[in-house]
């Protein structure tokens, strides 16, 4: 079974910085696209970043020039880095995974539990 952990999330003033993490675990031979998604109180989960196994990265305007997508393909794993963040950045952040390829399944979608970023004013 796959299994998706996110972890990094807090409390952090408006300015400040926050890295998060996610790690892909279980038996996966490859994995297509992962990303970052976020969900505030009351509001729809949007995108926040992409990375492509290719290695093309997409970010939403409004984290454009603060958040940095990076990833370890061989280690399955995902970065986030957070800079000068604001209120609006409050949200749960979510690790997604497209196109995972397991010994059972040859594309698979998987989603993290969520790590909760609180920026406070």
């Known amino acids: 079974q796959v299994q998706l952990v996110e972890s990094g999330g807090g409390l952090v003033q408006a300015g400040g910085s926050l890295r998060l993490s996610c790690a892909a675990s279980?038996?996966?031979?490859?994995?297509?696209?992962m990303g970052w998604y976020r969900q505030a109180p009351g509001k729809q989960r949007e995108l926040v970043a992409t990375y492509t196994s290719g290695g093309r990265t997409n970010y939403a305007d409004s984290v454009k020039g603060r958040f940095t997508i990076s990833r370890d393909v061989p280690k399955n794993t995902m970065y986030l880095q957070m800079n000068s963040l604001k209120p609006d950045d409050t949200a749960v952040y979510y690790c997604?995974?497209?196109?995972?390829?397991?010994?059972?399944?040859?594309?698979?979608?998987?989603w993290g539990q969520g790590t909760l970023v609180t920026v406070s004013s």
């Open positions: 279980g038996s996966i031979f490859s994995i297509n696209n």
């Open positions: 997604n995974a497209q196109g995972v390829h397991t010994p059972r399944y040859r594309s698979l979608e998987v």
